[in-house]
């Protein structure tokens, strides 16, 4: 069974702190970890997709990176409009479907 | 601007009763998700859809049923809403195949309660 797991279940920053949110996984034939990104009351938004260990994919003040067992999504200088909830999720090898981790609430604080 | 939409923001319904969710997208993707999200339990997959009359359960179909007869639009049926089913339902999809999987569109979500 695919399991993903994040880390902090929360995470409060004061405006420009740098930090890092982590998601372990496990699951047979990674075809995918996916990042996304939910305010509260909406559907998530995808971010990233990272296919392989080593790969990096960076958008404004997030960078997600990929090892074999664990991705972190790098928050570098955050503002406040960066509080939500990060979520990551895995696909497993043909299937369509992913499975995803209950999140990371983040607040970052003015 | 594409886009995924669930045809309700809100809904009340008494217990019993048969609830219709309704799903729309825009961007031609083969696949469509119902998704359903509780505090401590993260989303979790209710059913899916690969093709035009095909579907196929996910982790929690108990309850539920789905019905995909045009590509663009799928709906999520509760046959007779219980309270346990008071959640936010997400709807997403998705472009089929390959190795390369760009992730999943999100709908706004409808906020279900059942009393």
């Known amino acids: 069974e695919d399991q993903v797991t994040q880390s902090p279940e929360a995470l409060r920053l004061q405006e420009g702190e740098s930090s890092s949110l982590n998601c372990s996984y496990t699951v047979s034939g990674l075809r995918g970890l996916f990042w996304y990104r939910q305010d509260p009351g909406k559907g998530p938004e995808f971010l990233f997709t990272l296919y392989s260990a080593g790969e990096e994919k960076e958008k404004e003040r997030l960078k997600a990176t990929l090892t074999k067992k664990e991705s972190f999504l790098h928050i570098t200088a955050p503002k406040p409009e960066d509080s939500a909830t990060y979520l990551c999720a895995v696909r497993r090898g043909g299937y369509q479907k992913v499975t995803f981790g209950i999140g990371t609430k983040l607040q970052v604080i003015p | 601007d594409v886009k995924v939409t669930q045809s309700s923001r809100y809904l009340v319904k008494r217990t019993g009763e048969k609830v219709f969710l309704e799903c729309v997208q825009d961007m031609d993707h083969e696949n469509m998700f119902w998704y359903r999200q509780d505090p401590g339990l993260g989303l979790r997959l209710i059913y899916f859809?690969?093709?035009?009359?095909?579907?196929e359960k996910g982790d929690i179909p108990e309850g539920y049923s789905v019905s995909r007869e045009k590509k663009e639009r799928f709906s999520l049926i509760l046959e007779s809403a219980s309270t346990n089913q008071t959640s936010m339902y997400l709807c997403?999809?998705?472009?089929?195949?390959?190795?390369?999987?760009?992730?999943?569109?999100f709908g706004s979500g409808t906020r279900l309660t059942v009393v």
């Open positions: 997403a999809s998705s472009l089929s195949g390959g190795v390369r999987h760009g992730g999943y569109t």
């Open positions: 859809s690969y093709d035009v009359k095909m579907k």
